[in-house]
């Protein structure tokens, strides 16, 4: 049985873009309209996922409650950590550590932020999470409310990017995209079913 999850990321927070990673930043008033706005007319779910971080899981609550949804939190779909570069812009990095900053920009996977959680760790944790999701909601439609990251892995992987162009997924504030797996963590070109 082919699984359906939306995923919509989190809209605009209060303390702005940058690398919020674990940061747990409120939506703005902007932010909750535009994951209202996302939503309108979309659906319907039988289920709803959340990020714990409170730029997700405030909507999810919202959400769960007006649509009298379930709705579960797995920690597991948490953003990717920047160590050290938590609550900094690319601006300020590039004035700071340029170099550290294009490595990262080039390849992801072989260059971590200093003190900052390796991609490949938030690969297999939100690939683990995401196999949960489909045995344990089989047959059911989703939605999952998370962070840029996490979305840019997975459609990278529906799409079937290379590892090297991960970042060059686009997800946008309050942004409500689908994906489609056929068996538990095939996502994928191979996985995919549109």
Do not use: K, N
């Not at 082919?2 to 902007?30: N, Y």
């Not at 840019?152 to 409500?176: D, I, N």
Request: with cysteine; charged share 25%.
């Amino acid at each position: 049985m082919t699984a359906r999850i939306d995923l919509l990321r989190h809209g605009e927070t209060e303390r702005g873009g940058g690398f919020r990673g674990s940061l747990d930043d409120a939506l703005t008033p902007r932010g909750w309209q535009q994951m209202r706005d996302a939503v309108a007319g979309a659906g319907p779910w039988d289920v709803l996922v959340s990020s714990p971080l409170q730029r997700c899981a405030a909507f999810a609550r919202d959400l769960a409650e007006r649509s009298r949804l379930p709705l579960y939190l797995d920690a597991d779909l948490r953003e990717l950590h920047f160590g050290e570069w938590e609550g900094r812009s690319a601006a300020e990095l590039m004035q700071v550590d340029a170099d550290a900053l294009g490595r990262f920009w080039a390849d992801p996977y072989g260059y971590t932020p200093p003190g900052g959680e390796p991609l490949l760790h938030f690969e297999q944790r939100v690939l683990a999470a995401l196999q949960r999701l489909q045995r344990r909601f089989a047959r059911q439609r989703l939605l999952v409310v998370g962070h840029a990251g996490v979305m840019r892995l997975l459609l990278a992987r529906q799409r079937g990017l290379p590892r090297e162009r991960l970042l060059e997924v686009v997800v946008a504030h309050g942004e409500l995209l689908p994906l489609r797996v056929s068996r538990p963590g095939a996502v994928g070109a191979a996985g995919c079913t549109s």
